[in-house]
């Protein structure tokens, strides 16, 4: 429950100190006293956005400051959630300045998510439009899955459901897949086979130039190595007898001057070399093929490849591979689209059944929470002055899934015997809104573990006994969780436990906002000011007093 609120340098307010009392809390002040002020400051706190306009003097500190006691709830989870330290006396801290807006919880620095994230396990703050939010699907199944403790169910739906788009989604981009590489399956298998009919392989295209000019010129370089052999071995003019010639001057030279020893021998090794030589020019001379056959084979491979070079606009053979290479991939992965689009289909179905599960347990668990929740709201509205209400909460399952099921939910009402149920937000006024929505929330505080709830004017279009009647079902509400009331009706205003007025002041220089907590003499002086706008009236004080008590 909030136990204190600390507001300082924010809108009207200049500095003040609140303390709540853990029942029931009325809040009352005249039109434009600033009562909604407590409310903006609170919504600050939990996480709403800022700016410098909210503070009073732009040159100072806006501080909002409050204090949860969370002993009789059990948050410890929800704070390790958001790696935040759990203490029973919650302390949360908002700063701002002109320029920047810091926050902490417990003194540690924290986002404006996480405050925004945990508002919902402190306090519910009901707006003056929220009655409004009756018409909302959303809301309407919030209000059913909260009696029907739906909450697991429903995030277990929630997650199925993200996981049958995903693969819906999936499925769909695999079918667009395969129909645009079936166009190109065609033509890519016809890029693969023109490559593999060329038995590429990396260095191919040097050697088959070789070849080509080997076979092309096999004419001539059998005559140029015929001409070297017979050069070589020619008789007396030949390289090798006229070194045979030197060789043997230089062994007799040798005999009488040994000096000349070494260039003998290096002649010597001249001479075998020249033998090597000429044995491999012999050998190189039978191995030139005239083979024109053969010639016009390999120039059709060249030309081949170097169409395919063209074709693929590279240079090399290993570019045409690794091409090759890659239609092959895509060529693989086509024959595998069928499979996973199969795999995708058959997950979808289990998915699917999966969901279909789900939301027929959510359905079954809604219909009996609306029959529970009829009888109670029934109950409730002939307590605030409408006996001849009629409530039904239609659900009717749909063949579509949605965030919240499959099923269509529609709140019919009506506010009298004899007229025609019809839709909720279509037939019922402002006052019946705020009985509507009051019942509910009297409803939900058995169901719902939260330490406080806010409302601001939820008494809007009522007055008399129906209003006593609401301050008595909120007084009921406040057995349960901390309940406050800002309230512009003296039958609500006189069922609190504790009552704050909202009081605004103007001298010379300033105006300011101030919050007092009434006695039990303020309070009788308030409530008849309330009554007939005359603290002093003997009749609006003896109604004050028969209020309170």
């Not at 303390?19 to 005249?30: A, K, L, P, Q, Y």
């Not at 003056?128 to 899955?145: G, K």
């Not at 590279?314 to 092959?328: G, P, Y």
């Amino acid at each position: 429950m909030l136990k204190s609120l600390y507001i300082k340098n924010y809108a009207l307010i200049k500095d003040i100190q609140l303390n709540f009392e853990g029942s029931f809390t009325t809040i009352t002040g005249e039109t434009g006293a600033g009562k909604s002020i407590l409310l903006g400051a609170l919504s600050l706190l939990l996480g709403s956005r800022a700016d410098k306009e909210s503070l009073r003097d732009t040159n100072e500190k806006c501080i909002i400051e409050a204090e949860f006691d969370l002993s009789k709830f059990n948050l410890k989870s929800v704070f390790h959630q958001f790696d935040l330290d759990y203490d029973e006396l919650c302390l949360i801290r908002r700063e701002i300045t002109k320029n920047k807006t810091r926050a902490f919880i417990n003194d540690t620095p924290v986002n404006l998510k996480i405050l925004q994230d945990l508002k919902p396990y402190l306090i519910d703050i009901h707006s003056q439009n929220e009655s409004q939010s009756l018409s909302n699907t959303s809301y309407q199944y919030l209000v059913l899955d909260k009696i029907a403790k739906n909450e697991n169910v429903l995030a277990q739906y929630q997650n199925t459901l993200n996981t049958f788009n995903a693969l819906k989604n999936k499925l769909e981009q695999l079918k667009t897949e395969k129909q645009d590489a079936t166009k190109k399956q065609d033509y890519n298998q016809f890029l693969f086979d023109e490559l593999e009919k060329s038995s590429l392989r990396e260095g191919l295209l040097e050697e088959l130039e070789n070849e080509f000019h080997q076979l092309q010129n096999a004419e001539d370089i059998q005559n140029y190595l015929s001409e070297s052999i017979a050069i070589i071995q020619q008789e007396e003019y030949g390289v090798f007898d006229q070194l045979t010639k030197v060789n043997q001057r230089l062994q007799t030279l040798t005999q009488s001057v040994s000096s000349y020893k070494d260039l003998k021998e290096r002649i010597q090794s001249i001479l075998i070399e020249t033998e090597d030589i000429v044995a491999e020019l012999e050998q190189s001379l039978e191995n030139v093929e005239v083979n024109p056959e053969k010639l016009e084979s390999i120039d059709k491979q060249l030309q081949s490849i170097n169409h395919l070079l063209h074709k693929h606009q590279v240079k090399t053979d290993e570019e045409l591979i690794e091409i090759k290479n890659q239609l092959e991939q895509q060529l693989q992965e086509f024959s595998n689209i069928d499979q996973e689009i199969s795999s995708t289909e058959t997950r979808l179905k289990a998915t699917e059944e999966k969901l279909n599960s789900l939301s027929q347990n959510l359905l079954s668990n809604r219909k009996k929470s609306a029959q529970i929740l009829e009888k109670k709201l029934l109950k409730i509205l002939a307590q605030l002055g409408m006996q001849n209400a009629s409530i039904n909460i239609q659900l009717t399952e749909k063949e579509e899934f949605h965030k919240y099921g499959k099923d269509e939910i529609e709140w019919l009402f009506s506010a009298n015997k004899g007229m025609p149920l019809r839709a909720l937000h279509k037939v019922a006024s402002g006052g019946e809104m705020s009985r509507m929505m009051l019942a509910i929330k009297s409803t939900l505080a058995t169901y719902e573990n939260l330490p406080s709830i806010i409302f601001d004017e939820i008494d809007t279009g009522v007055s008399g006994e129906i209003a006593l009647k609401m301050g008595e079902i909120m007084l009921n509400m406040s057995r349960h969780m901390q309940v406050i009331s800002i309230t512009h009706l003296p039958q609500i205003a006189s069922k609190g436990k504790q009552h704050l007025k909202v009081i605004k002041t103007t001298d010379k220089s300033e105006t300011q906002t101030n919050i007092k907590n009434l006695n039990q003499d303020e309070r009788i002086k308030e409530l008849s000011q309330m009554l007939g706008g005359d603290e002093n009236s003997a009749s609006a004080i003896a109604h004050a007093k028969s209020l309170l008590n």
